[in-house]
């Protein structure tokens, strides 16, 4: 545990760190996070998940099983989620934001910095396949999570549809899953000097991912949410993993996929989900401590999977 800890998630949230110093000193500020996540988002993380797509056999990094039994998980923790909100009594927004953050997970800059790390290149294309499935599932949900507990709001209406639609046709790692997939599927390759600049794009997308994750570390409203933000913890970093590892095995997954599976769960709540929260009538101030919190959480929760089954 110790050799994964100082080899592998104390140099991933070095990076984290050296973001969070970088605006505490002001190096980085609100106008620079902005653009450089819109970079990340919508250009690097992209071409990092359609490189190794497009590199890898589909058939030998595509199952069906292990599809199955994480999105059973996340169906399992949705309901879990909902059950606590009633036993803890969550009021007001914060009910929508305590369901998304128990399941929506940051996949595309903390579950991919994770594997690609730890696991290394080779793996990272069974990862983004299975990632693909997950992320709409989470998209999907999320949107339906804030919007039957926002006030005055159905989700039955055009409205709640369209935003759902939106929200994951608009996601470029979404789009660009759906584009890789059915070319890797059919054998499609990239050509190689296209295959160069996507290199060159790749290698730039978890580094900054990780400073402007810790840019944007905030933990000023902890103290008036602390019965939430446990809960949260207790379900995403560690109910969530376990059950979705339960699955797997339930289902017979494949050896090589199991790993890959538990770390996209077990990422901390998204970034995205202060947005959505925002925009939704959910509780932004819950959501930007939640990611916060558990993103910092999550070196030790991904230090003990790692110890576990790597």
């Known amino acids: 545990m110790l050799n994964i800890l100082v080899n592998t998630i104390l140099p991933i949230f070095s990076i984290i760190l050296l973001g969070y110093l970088l605006q505490v000193k002001g190096i980085i500020d609100p106008a620079f996070s902005k653009t450089a996540n819109q970079l990340v988002f919508n250009i690097g993380i992209p071409a990092m998940v359609i490189n190794e797509i497009m590199r890898a056999p589909f058939r030998e990094n595509f199952n069906m099983l292990a599809v199955l039994a994480t999105l059973a998980a996340i169906g399992f923790m949705l309901l879990l989620s909902i059950g606590a909100v009633r036993v803890l009594s969550v009021q007001g927004g914060r009910r929508g934001t305590f369901v998304q953050s128990s399941f929506h997970g940051n996949i595309g800059y903390m579950a991919y910095a994770i594997a690609f790390y730890a696991l290394g290149e080779a793996n990272f294309a069974r990862m983004a396949i299975l990632s693909s499935f997950i992320m709409v599932a989470q998209n999907i949900l999320a949107v339906w999570a804030l919007t039957i507990y926002s006030p005055g ?158």
């Open 153 to 310: 709001f159905r989700l039955s209406g055009p409205r709640g549809i369209a935003l759902i639609v939106k929200n994951v046709v608009t996601n470029p790692i979404i789009a660009t899953i759906a584009v890789a997939l059915p070319l890797c599927a059919i054998g499609v390759t990239i050509p190689s000097p296209l295959q160069k600049g996507l290199d060159i794009l790749s290698g730039m997308a978890l580094p900054t991912a990780l400073i402007l994750i810790g840019s944007s570390l905030s933990f000023g409203t902890l103290g008036t949410m602390v019965k939430e933000i446990v809960s949260i913890g207790m379900l995403k970093l560690f109910v969530l993993p376990m059950t979705g590892y339960l699955f797997m095995v339930a289902f017979n997954v494949p050896e090589p996929l199991i790993l890959p599976g538990v770390i996209l769960l077990a990422s901390p709540p998204a970034t995205i989900s202060y947005v959505m929260a925002t925009e939704l009538g959910g509780d932004p101030e819950l959501a930007a401590t939640s990611v916060s919190v558990f993103t910092l959480a999550s070196a030790v929760s991904y230090t003990v999977i790692l110890s576990l089954l790597a």
